[in-house]
């Protein structure tokens, strides 16, 4: 979000303006530049952002004794993430490229987490600790293997 930092208050209404059209033309020229190459294309979502620094929040919470659902609610961050969504939605059905969501693994219903297991998620605003990092490795997995099939089909055709 422009002019915002990694720090917001989810009580005020995202800023929704779209001024996206360079990185849209940007991202579309090289996706169409890697296609043409016969590169397969893998665009990886952002993870929710949660606004405010995590470990103290969530710090806080539990020394108060209080909830450590302390995430903006799920309708905000679909909000933020919105446009951007849409875009990589975009070009990858134009370019037939495959996306990858955390969100999913990440979010509930209505709510995002924070700690999960007695485990923060999050290092700061928007990053995940290398733990809840690692545990998301199945996302990943299926698109890896595809890929690495594809590579071993290639070598064994070409006789290398």
């Known amino acids: 979000m422009p002019n915002e930092g990694p720090y917001f208050d989810p009580s005020v209404p995202p800023p929704l303006e779209d001024r996206s059209a360079s990185v849209v033309d940007t991202l579309d020229r090289l996706i169409a530049d890697l ?55 975009r070009v990858a059905a134009k370019y037939g490229a495959t996306i990858i969501d955390p969100l999913p693994a990440i979010c509930g219903s209505d709510r995002c987490d924070a700690v999960r297991n007695g485990l923060p998620l999050y290092k700061d605003a928007d990053h995940l600790t290398a733990t809840f990092a690692a545990t998301l490795s199945s996302l990943y997995v299926p698109v890896l293997s595809e890929t690495r099939q594809s590579l071993w089909a290639t070598l064994d055709s070409s006789g290398k």
């Open 35 to 89: 296609t043409k190459q016969g590169t397969k294309v893998v665009l990886v979502s952002d993870v929710p952002e949660m606004g405010r620094y995590m470990p103290e929040a969530v710090a806080k919470a539990m020394m108060q004794g209080t909830s450590t659902e302390v995430a903006p609610p799920l309708e905000y961050i679909e909000k933020r993430q919105a446009l951007s969504r849409q875009i990589l939605s």
